[in-house]
């Protein structure tokens, strides 16, 4: 696998929240995450996104435009850390999965990981109460302890109100777990 990588990818460093694919757009990168964080979400005709969960590394980005054989992008895909990947034209990827079992077996265990994935994160989304969805998404996305998040896109993501989500986190605060900062617009995440 790591030759295929070295012989085929380019690495690249990608910032902090920057997009690596977004929903409904052309893609034509398949990237391999060697560090860093990913969050992704997906956006209902309603409008409303849902996050889909985070990558991470060993996580490959663009599996399923390979096998679906179209070249727009089922999900977005943005940056929560900075991370360092590893690129691969898509038209290569498509080409390696059919010539390379290796290569074809590595993707289709990373698609059954991504399915049992988002199966977790469909039963969490149904039976977890907001708190503890809350507290997986700030420990996910905030890395670093610091969180100062669009409240509106929070519970969009999380398929809640914003109301809810205020409630939630005022609540948060009175047990310690969230502890203003000196900026008041950013809080500190104890857990």
């Not at 969960?53 to 399923?64: H, S, Y």
């Not at 940056?79 to 690129?87: A, E, H, L, N, P």
Request: charged share 25%; with cysteine; aromatic share 8%.
């Amino acid at each position: 696998m790591l030759e295929i990588l070295k012989k085929y990818g380019k690495k690249i460093t990608i910032k902090k929240n920057n997009y690596l694919v977004r929903e409904d757009f052309p893609i034509e990168n398949v990237f391999h995450i060697i560090s860093g964080t990913c969050k992704v979400t997906t956006q209902s005709e309603n409008g409303n996104i849902m996050s889909f969960g985070f990558f991470k590394e060993n996580d490959v980005i663009g599996e399923v435009e390979i096998f679906n054989n179209k070249n727009i992008a089922t999900t977005t895909v943005m940056s929560v850390t900075d991370m360092i990947c590893i690129k691969i034209p898509l038209k290569t990827c498509r080409k390696l999965a059919k010539e390379d079992i290796q290569y074809c077996n590595f993707l289709a265990a990373s698609l059954a990981v991504k399915l049992t994935i988002s199966s977790n994160i469909f039963t969490q989304n149904i039976l977890l109460p907001l708190e503890d969805r809350l507290l997986l998404y700030l420990k996910n996305t905030y890395p670093n302890r610091i969180f100062k998040g669009n409240l509106i896109q929070i519970a969009q993501e999380l398929g809640t109100s914003y109301r809810h989500l205020l409630r939630v986190i005022k609540k948060l605060k009175e047990e310690n777990i969230l502890t203003p900062s000196k900026n008041k617009k950013e809080y500190i995440i104890n857990i």
